[in-house]
Every structure is written in C-alpha cells, then in structure tokens.
C-alpha cells in the first residue's frame, strides 16, 4: 500500500441517484468525497451550497474534501464547517485575504486547503504554506468537470515538494482535473498525494473496478520512479554471426 489516496468527485455522480452512488463509492473503497462548490461568479458554473453538502454527509461516512470555487470563501466557512466539511480549500485567487480565511477555518475543527488555478504561479501561495494542511494545484481550468489534464502542471508539484522538505510544513499535495489511470502516472511521479477524479471513476458503472485502476497506476508509477533501472533499455551485446 502506498500514501495515494482517492478523491471521487461528486460532481460526476448521479444526483437522481446519490444515496445509491455515495454508497458505491463507499464499498468500492474512495478515501474521501471530493465536494465542489461554484458559485457562478469565481467560476462560470454553478453548482449547489451548503445545505446540500449536509444532505451529503448524512448519506455517507467519507470525509468531505470541500473545493470552494467561489469569490467569497469567508462569508461561508461557518456554513460548511456546519455542513461536515472536514477540509475547506479556497483559491488563492478569491478576492478574500488569504491569512484571514485561513485562520478562521483552522479556528474550527477543520483541515484548510489552498488551490491555485493553472495559470497562478506557485510563488502565490508560498507565505502561507506553513499554515495549511492541504495544497490543491489544479490540472484544469476550474469549472467543469471532463476536462483535459495539464501536464505542464507537473513542475509545480514538484516545486510543492521541494518546498515542503524545506521548510517542513505538513501540508499534503493534491490534483484536481482530467485525472485517470494513465493521467495519474505523471501526477503521482510528481509528487501527487491525493487524487481528484470524477469523469473517470463514474464512467465505468463498476466504481470499484475505476478505483482499483487508479490504485494499480499509482502503484506502477511510483515503482517505476523508485526503480528507474528496471525500466532502462540496455543496448544489447552485439552477437557475431558465423
Ligand atoms: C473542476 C473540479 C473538479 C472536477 C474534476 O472545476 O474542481 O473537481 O470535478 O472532474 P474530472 O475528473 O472529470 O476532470
Ligand atoms: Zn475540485
């Protein structure tokens, strides 16, 4: 076993159907609920508020990763946190100050992520890394789901890790957008902790079959990182014909 973990997004799910499909992703063994929130402002879609993230989290026991894409984060921290949110990530790029929303989202009992867009250097968020517990760098535009992964997002990842050593913070690395068993080998080489995925675990109607091939990437790319000999083609001995 390695330290991968899996973030279906709830996104993807049935919403006609989401008891049935949160139980799923509960036996087909997700880590946690990747929940986002849009608000039409910060991003141009919309998707639903707190009231239904309580909803959510009375019909499952997975952890509630909760992805603010919304312009005003601290207007509804309360909100989630009362909601179950275990974890609250906003942008760095919200029009709130970023130390403050921190703060008061570590005041409760709750993780706090930051997230930066694709086009938002890494350097954006570098004074508050001491104080988060989770990074989000996300591998599309945010918005909707479905969309193609950005591997040019890799070397923030990178740096991510880098950084962490450094000043050893604590702060775990997730990926957000177009991840999937052929995505995910970059993004865990990288450096890539936890995985958001929702087009491509639901796609398949066996959530555990999704999940397990996510786990099975991961796992190759993390061996063939820590054991680039085995990978290496060696040129062969030239055989003299007679
Ligand atoms: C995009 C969202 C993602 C999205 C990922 O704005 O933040 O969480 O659900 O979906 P896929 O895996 O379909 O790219
Ligand atoms: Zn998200």
Same mark, same amino acid.
């Given at each position: 076993m390695n330290n991968i973990r899996i973030a279906p997004s709830v996104? &993807? @799910?049935d919403f006609g159907n989401l008891k049935e499909d949160l139980r799923r992703l509960e036996e087909a063994g997700a880590d946690l609920l990747h929940v986002d929130i849009m608000? #039409?402002?910060?991003? /141009?879609n919309i998707t639903f508020g707190p009231d239904i993230v309580k909803r959510i989290k009375s019909l499952t026991s997975l952890p509630l990763d909760v992805h603010l894409m919304i312009s005003h984060p601290r207007k509804y921290v309360v909100k989630f946190v009362e909601a179950g949110a275990s974890n609250i990530t906003f942008h760095? *790029? &919200?029009?709130? +100050?970023p130390s403050t929303a921190i703060s008061e989202i570590a005041s409760f009992d709750c993780r706090v992520g930051l997230s930066v867009k /694709? @086009? +938002? %250097?890494l350097s954006a968020v570098r004074d508050h890394l001491s104080q988060i517990d989770r990074l989000l760098i996300m591998t599309? *535009? %945010?918005?909707?789901? #479905?969309q193609t992964f950005m591997a040019n997002m890799m070397p923030k990842v990178e740096q991510a890790v880098e950084w962490r050593a450094e000043g050893k913070y604590d702060y775990d690395i997730e990926v957000d957008g177009g991840l999937d068993p052929y995505t995910i080998v970059p993004a865990v080489q990288a450096g890539a902790e936890v995985i958001v995925a929702g087009t491509s675990v639901f796609k398949n109607p066996d959530l555990k079959e999704s999940i397990q091939a996510l786990r099975d990437a991961s796992a190759y790319a993390l061996y063939q990182k820590a054991h680039p000999e085995v990978y290496e083609t060696k040129e062969e001995p030239r055989v003299e014909r007679i």
């Open positions: 996104i &993807s @799910a608000d #039409g402002h910060f991003v /141009p760095i *790029e &919200s029009e709130d +100050t /694709p @086009a +938002t %250097p599309v *535009e %945010p918005g909707f789901g #479905g």
